[in-house]
Nanobody, 123 residues
């Protein structure tokens, strides 16, 4: 089974920074895309950013120039550096991966979600 463990959330003042981490573990053969989503209270989950296995990135317009996604393939870990945080960035942030792994006895493509980490931007 593949698991994701997120860390790095918390409370920060507007204009501050946070760095989220998400480490994948289990019988993983390869990881294609790794991404971050967020869900604010009363709203639908939305894509924040994604990074492919080749390092190509895509960002939501609302975070361009402020957030940076990166990955360490040797550690099966993805990071999200968040700078110039705004109150509207407040949400639960979820890590997501698209991987090829051994799941329930079968080698197959699988999508996995992290448990979520709260980010609160407030003075």
């Amino acid at each position: 089974q593949v698991q994701l463990v997120e860390s790095g959330g918390g409370l920060v003042q507007p204009g501050g920074s946070l760095r989220l981490s998400c480490a994948a573990s289990g019988s993983i053969f390869s990881i294609n895309a790794m991404g971050w989503y967020r869900q604010a209270a009363g709203k639908q989950r939305e894509l924040v950013t994604v990074i492919t296995s080749s390092g190509s990135t895509n960002y939501a317009d609302s975070v361009k120039g402020r957030f940076t996604i990166s990955r360490d393939n040797a550690k099966n870990t993805v990071y999200l550096q968040m700078n110039s945080l705004k109150p509207e960035d407040t949400a639960v942030y979820y890590c997501n991966i698209d991987a090829y792994a051994r799941v329930r006895g079968l080698n197959r493509r699988t999508e996995v979600w992290g448990q979520g980490t709260q980010v609160t931007v407030s003075s």
